[in-house]
């Protein structure tokens, strides 16, 4: 059984820095394209960040190109994602998600493994 669990959440001033992590268990993950998704209050969760089986290939949503950093290590089963430069829109719960894929590439939709979400604050 797939289990994704997130942490590194928390309440950050603008301008910090935070690391989520998320444990992956239940499944052979250099199968999986992994990605980072984000909902905010009363919006649409959206993905911020994706990324291949082996790690070469990553996408970005364009608000988090050039601050947010993806990345995995499938020995340890964890996919990382880095955040720096916080904005107070970046206020959101964040889920890792996983997706059985046939080719090393990044997947950008069709996720149905989720985690149960850690909570970023950003605060102006």
């Known amino acids: 059984q797939v289990q994704l669990v997130e942490s590194g959440g928390g309440l950050v001033q603008a301008g910090g820095s935070l690391r989520l992590s998320c444990a992956a268990s239940?499944?052979?993950?250099?199968?999986?394209?992994m990605g980072w998704f984000r909902q905010a209050p009363g919006k649409e969760r959206e993905l911020v960040a994706a990324i291949s089986w082996s790690g070469g290939k990553t996408y970005y949503t364009d608000s988090a190109k050039g601050r947010f950093t993806i990345s995995r290590d499938n020995a340890k089963n964890m996919v990382d994602l880095q955040m720096n430069s916080l904005k107070s829109e970046d206020t959101a719960l964040y889920y890792c998600a996983a997706r059985l894929s046939p080719f090393d590439t990044v997947v950008t939709s069709g996720y149905n493994n989720w985690g149960q979400g850690t909570q970023v604050t950003v605060s102006s």
């Open positions: 239940g499944f052979t993950m250099p199968m999986y394209a």
